[in-house]
């Protein structure tokens, strides 16, 4: 198929946000630090946030902010939506809960995908029922899209178990003769009450996911979880605290002007 072509910067940093303000903040905050010396854009997909939710957001002159106006893109449909809008050759999809932790990241990221010639998508290993798992993924945009790629969520009756996006993706992208490079996740990382995955890239921390961060939806009281997967709403909420304490978090948070 023949594939599209883009005139734009080097990367497009892509991410989906719903209402969960502070994470979306500290992603944009560490992509402006770590990523000033690549040629870049910062898209971040807001599916349907309350206005209070994304008056911030909106104020940053150097993210371009997709407003769709309910939720019902879900995840993957904004991670499309998103993938479309990219200019960059590269793209680099993480979730709104993560962000970058050093700089030259980019530049491993792009360096490991030409390690091998026939990489098409770089993703984490997930479990037994996704082969893929958040909060990275980075690929060539036009290769995406000239192929008509999605990452929307196409449930498989045989697997019951299945959830999230990103699976028919991985599929996709093998079952066009290509290669998936998936990295593992690092030790989760306890530090004070919080918690959160690292993954590591040249054998440096690169990327920090604070799990379940966006999830409990505590800005929206509407959507408000009181507790996931054995975490109630208040122990999640003691160890974000602790989280966007901890010195590197505060560090990008005060430099960028805002604390979460």
Not at 122 to 145: N, T
Not at 166 to 179: H, T
Request: aromatic content about 10%; overall charge negative; proline content about 6%.
């Amino acid at each position: 198929m023949t594939e599209t072509k883009t005139e734009g910067p080097v990367l497009s940093v892509v991410a989906v946000n719903c209402d969960a303000p502070g994470w979306v903040r500290l992603f944009v905050l560490s992509v402006r630090k770590f990523t000033a010396d690549i040629e870049h854009e910062i898209i971040v997909v807001d599916n349907g946030s309350l206005p209070r939710n994304k008056e911030w957001l909106l104020a940053q002159p150097d993210v371009k902010t997709i407003e769709l106006p309910t939720i019902e893109q879900y995840h993957g449909g904004g991670m499309d939506i998103g993938t479309l809008a990219a200019r960059g050759r590269y793209v680099c999809i993480l979730d709104s809960d993560a962000h970058v932790q050093r700089p030259g990241w980019a530049q491993d990221l792009i360096a490991l995908y030409h390690e091998r010639e026939r990489t098409r998508l770089i993703g984490i290993v997930g479990p037994a029922h996704k082969p893929l798992h958040p909060p990275l993924f980075f690929f060539e945009r036009d290769f995406f899209v000239g192929n008509g790629i999605s990452w929307r969520y196409r449930p498989d009756p045989a697997v019951p178990t299945q959830t999230d996006t990103a699976q028919q993706a991985y599929w996709d992208v093998l079952n066009l003769g290509f290669d998936v490079v998936r990295l593992e996740k690092g030790p989760k990382v306890f530090q004070n009450t919080s918690w959160y995955d690292q993954i590591w890239i040249n054998d440096k921390p690169t990327i920090a996911h604070f799990w379940m961060g966006s999830r409990f939806q505590e800005h929206n009281v509407k959507r408000t979880k009181q507790a996931l997967d054995g975490i109630t709403l208040a122990e999640h909420l003691a160890r974000k605290a602790a989280f966007m304490a901890e010195p590197q978090v505060r560090a990008i948070l005060e430099e960028g002007g805002g604390n979460g």
